[in-house]
């Protein structure tokens, strides 16, 4: 425990410091990243020793803030999300110590670091808060740093309107919470988490469990409450991006599982809802994906389809709970945290990855790069990498958080009770889901990084420095480990849901065994298939060693020079799928008619819009706004009638406590 004050501590005064020595960009610079990296390394070694001792790391001191108690504590559950948090924030922090150089003398890079390191310290504090007053503190305090790191181009329309669209969303949801907490505590008497054991009625517990998986969905990008995320991961800078994407969103899906832990047994509805909003957010989540030219918007859109992944296999175990199924509760959550870290893995290389694309080329429209593998090689493998891991194609880490899901479901399709028709269900929407991903990132990696140039920005690419692609290796790096070594890692996520489900270790611990005893087969055939394909290549390269090998042009149907304007761009390469869904994706085109058999000059553009943000957020602000309107003769200027607005208020008050 005191290795996380420690790194919390350093987290708080480096950014300090970066901000107070703000007029030396080079200098905050190094101060904010050197504190991060160094913060994280001291939390990861608190995480070694909590991995070694069976009870749960905790701290209570006395604070003077009402009803609030500076009460920590660090569980199995705690210490899986903290390694992510760690892991990716020191990483992020290199990175953006290189990405950031590009900035100076134009951005406050010590603002910049201040708002990225107490970003972190929020995120720490929310997962080991336990008390309901701090956890709402640093929940603030997560959103609110944030909130200023996606305006950090704030003079962009974009980034502006990005920044208020989460601001709001942010609001909504903090409010829900705040009622969560007021249910839960009302019916404990107390704010203190260790005292929560819900006990009233299921119509309580439903209420409670509602205000949770709106408030925390909010912040995870559950459909549809995700209308924030695709505006404000592009804004942000792209190790930002990384952070919110990888890690901060995860926080949302912590808190829900933090909150069955106070439900006791659930009702099964809670689970169908989590199954149900689960399959809608990743199948329209890789939808909208499929459908974007931004590269950093598509992996926004990407990250609500893993989001709805992560959902999905929470749920299965919710009900695997609620039916007194253990084995697809504990398939079901290990399954649903396994995707979560995996996850925070490969989307954090992909934003990165991206950044360093956009860092190169100043563009993220995928229709005017192309062709960039040549110039940025590292980058495109890793980004590769990252794709094929997204994917759920083996043999890397996606491919085995999916197949426990797969898993789950094939061990409960027989019978005729309804945990097999939702088991049948959850394969099929799965299978889709993967294989528009599949579709979504041959498009991402294709349009970007092969090819030919489509316009004069991929002109200058070339790869970045040792800071910015360091991270880009170890997490690639990662992705293979955690696919290969999967069968190490499922003890420790079997730990963490019996602490948060109550599940008897025992009985968890000989699930696990019996899944991976499969999961070990299947990755030892999938390497022993990568192998043979590396023995076949190194044989066809001793083969042929003293022949000669004659190389001319491709077949090019004619052309003796294809051009540029010859390949495929991202909307043409996605076209058949988009008009295929065009009732749910609504694509707007334009210039779609050709003039006569000459034409001169042809533009051809498509546009789709979120359909939750066109058909639901934006007619509520609308009407939001109208009534503002109306009622915008209260605010006059005059302060007599201020004063008059607070003594009724006051009035009213005190009536209303007689």
């Known amino acids: 425990m005191s290795f996380t004050l420690l790194s919390l501590g350093i987290l708080f005064i480096s950014g300090c410091l970066a901000f107070a020595f703000n007029k030396s960009d080079k200098l905050s610079n190094c101060i904010g990243a050197g504190g991060a990296i160094i913060a994280s390394f001291f939390g990861l070694i608190s995480l070694v020793m909590i991995f070694n001792f069976s009870a749960p790391f905790s701290l209570s ?99 502006a309107r990005a920044g208020l669209a989460y601001l709001i969303a942010t609001g909504i949801g903090t409010f829900f919470l705040l009622v969560l907490f007021i249910l839960l505590a009302g019916d404990a008497g107390s704010f203190d988490f260790s005292g929560w054991q819900a006990s009233g009625s299921q119509g309580l517990r439903s209420a409670i469990f509602m205000c949770a998986f709106i408030g925390f969905g909010t912040k995870a990008g559950i459909m549809p409450m995700h209308v924030w995320l695709p505006e404000a991961h592009p804004a942000a800078p792209s190790h930002v991006s990384a952070i919110m994407s990888a890690v901060m969103i995860k926080t949302g899906i912590y808190g829900i599982l933090r909150t069955l832990t106070f439900l006791g047994m659930p009702c099964l509805w809670w689970g169908y809802l989590l199954i149900g909003a689960g399959i809608v957010t990743a199948v329209l989540g890789v939808l909208f994906a499929l459908a974007q030219h931004d590269l950093k918007r598509l992996l926004a859109y990407s990250s609500i389809e893993n989001i709805g992944i992560i959902t999905m296999a929470i749920g299965m175990g919710v009900l695997g ?51 960039i593998l040549k110039k940025m090689p590292i980058t495109g493998a890793c980004f590769l990498i990252g794709s094929i891991a997204i994917c759920a194609l083996p043999p890397l880490n996606g491919f085995i958080s999916e197949f426990l899901i797969y898993l789950a479901c094939f061990k409960n399709i027989s019978g005729n009770s309804i945990t097999a028709v939702i088991s049948m269900g959850v394969i099929v929407f799965l299978s889709l889901t993967g294989a528009f991903a599949l579709a979504c990132f041959s498009k991402a990696f294709g349009i970007v990084f092969l090819g030919r140039p489509r316009s004069d920005y ?190 009724i208020a006051l009035v009213a008050l005190f009536i209303w406590k007689l």
């Not at 060693?545 to 991202?570: F, H, V």
């Open 61 to 159: 001191l006395p604070w003077h803030v009402p009803y609030g108690s500076f009460s920590i504590a660090i569980d199995k559950l705690s210490a899986l999300f903290l390694a992510v948090v760690y892991v990716l924030s020191g990483l992020s922090a290199l990175y953006g110590f290189g990405y950031l150089k590009h900035y100076y003398g134009k951005k406050n890079i010590g603002s910049s670091w201040f708002c990225f390191n107490i970003l972190i310290a929020g995120m720490v504090l929310v997962i080991i808060a336990r008390n309901a007053v701090l956890f709402l503190m640093a929940w603030e305090i997560m959103s609110i740093s944030s909130f200023f790191l996606v305006l950090f181009e704030g003079e962009k329309r974009q980034s």
């Open 321 to 371: 709970i609620g039916t007194n199924n253990y084995g697809l509760a504990v398939m079901g959550f290990c399954a649903g945290i396994l995707h979560m870290i995996n996850h925070a893995f490969f989307k954090g290389m992909l934003f990165l990855a991206a950044g360093s694309v956009y860092y190169k080329t100043a563009t993220r429209e995928m229709d005017l790069l192309g062709g």
């Open 458 to 647: 991929g002109l200058g690419a070339r790869e970045t420095g040792v800071c910015m692609g360091m991270p880009l290796i170890i997490l690639a790096f990662a992705c293979v480990i955690l696919g290969a070594g999967a069968a190490f890692i499922m003890p420790f996520i079997g730990s963490a849901v019996s602490s948060a489900t109550g599940i008897p270790a025992v009985a968890v611990s000989h699930i696990i065994s019996s899944a991976n005893v499969s999961l070990t087969r299947v990755i030892i055939m999938v390497f022993s298939f990568c192998a043979l394909l590396f023995f076949i290549a190194i044989l066809r390269g001793l083969l042929l060693k003293n022949r000669r090998i004659e190389s001319g042009p491709t077949w090019d149907c004619g052309y003796a020079l294809t051009g540029a304007r010859m390949q495929y761009t991202g909307s043409s390469f996605a076209q058949p799928l988009i008009d295929f869904f065009k009732g749910i994706l609504r694509a707007r085109k334009k210039g779609i008619k050709v003039p006569g058999y000459f034409p001169d000059k042809l533009s051809f553009e498509t546009r789709t819009d979120d359909i939750f943000a066109e058909s639901v957020f934006r007619p509520m602000r609308d009407i939001v706004h109208a009534i503002a309107e109306k009622l915008s003769w209260f605010q006059h200027g005059r302060l007599q009638f201020y004063i008059l607005y607070i003594f």
